[in-house]
């Protein structure tokens, strides 16, 4: 069975600054797509599936966002709110 504590500890190294939002993209993405198993819950399974959206969103290019990307800053609050909920979830 996966464990959600992995997505939930990059979710909030980014959310905190303590890595970039292209260091993110370059962690969650295999993270998430070689995850092996189920996970515990549905719940679980939509929170960290919306993680690797935020991580595949990204943009790190040098100029503006193109639409439907998502900037650092944009990846960074996503980040928080779904690290929070992840904590909700493991309680």
């Given amino acids: 069975m996966v464990k959600?504590?992995?997505?939930?500890v990059l979710a909030s190294a980014v959310a905190e600054g303590r890595i970039s939002a292209a260091e993110f993209s370059v962690v969650c993405l295999p993270l998430y797509k070689?995850?092996?198993g189920p996970f515990p819950s549905h719940e679980q399974y939509e929170v960290a599936t919306e993680l690797f959206y935020v991580a595949n969103d990204h943009y790190a290019g040098a100029s503006d966002a193109?639409?439907?990307?998502l900037s650092d800053e944009q990846v960074r609050a996503a980040a928080a709110e779904i690290a929070e909920r992840m904590r909700s979830l493991l309680q």
């Fill in 4 to 8: 959600l504590e992995p997505f939930l």
């Fill in 34 to 36: 070689n995850y092996p």
């Fill in 66 to 69: 193109p639409a439907g990307t």
